[in-house]
C-alpha cells in the first residue's frame, strides 16, 4: 500500500525557510502570517495492513524521516 | 608509544565528504600517520588511535545534513571505538552526522539567516578539560574559519542547561560573531565522557599562517596528542 509522511518543523522551532517564503508571498500582494516549510515523503510498502503498515513508517520517521528533537510527522495511509 | 611515532588517525570519507585530504594534510603535518577510509568499510584500520569525521556534504545533505550518513556501515565501528572512550572529531558535517546518530548532543539546522556562511570567526574555548582541547587555554580566543549553510546549532533550554552544567559547551563563537544563530552561541560541544567533540568551524583549514591563523593547528595537534595517548593506553 501506499502512504505519505509529513514532516513538520515542531512549534517553535526558527524556521527560516518558512520566514523568506512568507516574506515572498508578503511581496506579491498576500496577506499572510507566518508560513512554516516540512517535507512530504510518499512511500510504497510491501505489506497490505494497516497496522503493519502504520508500525513500520512510525519506525521509518523514529529512525531516519524525521529527527525528534526538531520535527514532528504525521502518517497518511493512502485508501485504495 | 615515543613522541616520534606517529600515532594512525583513521579520517573517514562519505560520498560527498570534501575536507577529507585537507584534515589528513594537517593531521599529517602534526606528526600523526592520517589515513583515507571509505565509509563502507565495517572496520576501522587496526591500531587506529582517532577518528575525524571531516566536513562536506554527504549524501548530498539529502533529508537532513548527515543523516544518511549516519547509517554508513563504518558508523557503527566508529560508535563503538567512542563508547571505549576513543578520540573522535567531529568537523561540519562530521559534527552533524555524530548529532544525528545520537552521539552528540542536539542538532544542526539551516543558517538563520539562509546563507551560506564563509569566514573567519573569532570563537571562545569554553572547556579544556577535553583531550581534543587540551592544547588551549580556558578563554582563549581561536581564529577559524566557518563555511557552511546548516550550521545553527539548537537544543531546548531544558538540553541546554543539562549541557552547560556537564561543561559540554566546548567553543563558543565570541560575542557579536556568531554566523549562524546558533543557540547561546554553541560552535562546538562534547559528549558526556569528553573524547567526542563535534564543531561547526574548521580547524583543518587554519594550520597554517599563510592560510590567515594556525589557531585550528591547537585543535588538529589536541586530536594527534589524544590518540597518542589512547595508543599508550592501550599498550
Do not use: H, I, K, M
Given at each position: 500500500m501506499k502512504a505519505t509522511v509529513l514532516v513538520r518543523p515542531k512549534p517553535g522551532i526558527l524556521d527560516p525557510q518558512g520566514q523568506a517564503v512568507s516574506s515572498s508571498l508578503r511581496h506579491l500582494g498576500f496577506d499572510v502570517g507566518e508560513t512554516r516549510v516540512g517535507k512530504v515523503v510518499d512511500v510504497e510498502l510491501a505489506t497490505d495492513d494497516p497496522v503493519e503498515a502504520r508500525s513500520q513508517l512510525e519506525a521509518m520517521c523514529d529512525r531516519l524521516l524525521a529527527n525528534p528533537l526538531i520535527e514532528s510527522y504525521a502518517i497518511e495511509l493512502d485508501a485504495e | 608509544m615515543t613522541p616520534d611515532e606517529r600515532p594512525l588517525i583513521a579520517v573517514v570519507v562519505f560520498?560527498?565528504?570534501?575536507?577529507d585530504r585537507d584534515a589528513q594534510l594537517a593531521l599529517d603535518r602534526l606528526g600523526a600517520d592520517a589515513r583515507r577510509v571509505w565509509h563502507s568499510d565495517s572496520a576501522l584500520p587496526p591500531g587506529t588511535s582517532a577518528v575525524v569525521l571531516p566536513g562536506g556534504f554527504s549524501y548530498g545533505d539529502?533529508?537532513?545534513?548527515?543523516a544518511i550518513a549516519?547509517?554508513?556501515?563504518i558508523l557503527g565501528a566508529v560508535g563503538a571505538f567512542a563508547a571505549e572512550g576513543g578520540p573522535v572529531l567531529g568537523i561540519c558535517n562530521g559534527f552533524q552526522i555524530l548529532t544525528e546518530a545520537g552521539l552528540l548532543p542536539g542538532v544542526l539546522r539551516p543558517n538563520a539567516s539562509l546563507a551560506f556562511v564563509c569566514r573567519d570567526v573569532p570563537l571562545r574555548v569554553?572547556?579544556?578539560?577535553t583531550p581534543l582541547l587540551a592544547r588551549c587555554r580556558p578563554g582563549q580566543e581561536l581564529v577559524i574559519p566557518v563555511k557552511h549553510g546548516e550550521g545553527c546549532w539548537f537544543a531546548d533550554d531544558e538540553l541546554l542547561a543539562e549541557l552547560e552544567a556537564a561543561g559540554q559547551i566546548a567553543l563558543r563563537y565570541a560575542a557579536g560573531s556568531n554566523?549562524?544563530?546558533s543557540v547561546a552561541d554553541v560552535a562546538g560541544v562534547t559528549n558526556g565522557a569528553g573524547n567526542v567533540l563535534g564543531l561547526m568551524p574548521h580547524p583543518e583549514h587554519a594550520?597554517?599562517?599563510?592560510?590567515?591563523?594556525?589557531?585550528g593547528a591547537l585543535v588538529m595537534g589536541s586530536l594527534v596528542d589524544a590518540a597518542r595517548m589512547s595508543v599508550a593506553a592501550a599498550v
Open positions: - | 560520498p560527498g565528504s570534501n575536507d539529502y533529508l537532513r545534513c548527515g549516519r547509517f554508513s556501515p569554553e572547556q579544556t578539560d554566523p549562524n544563530g594550520v597554517d599562517r599563510l592560510l590567515g591563523s594556525a589557531d
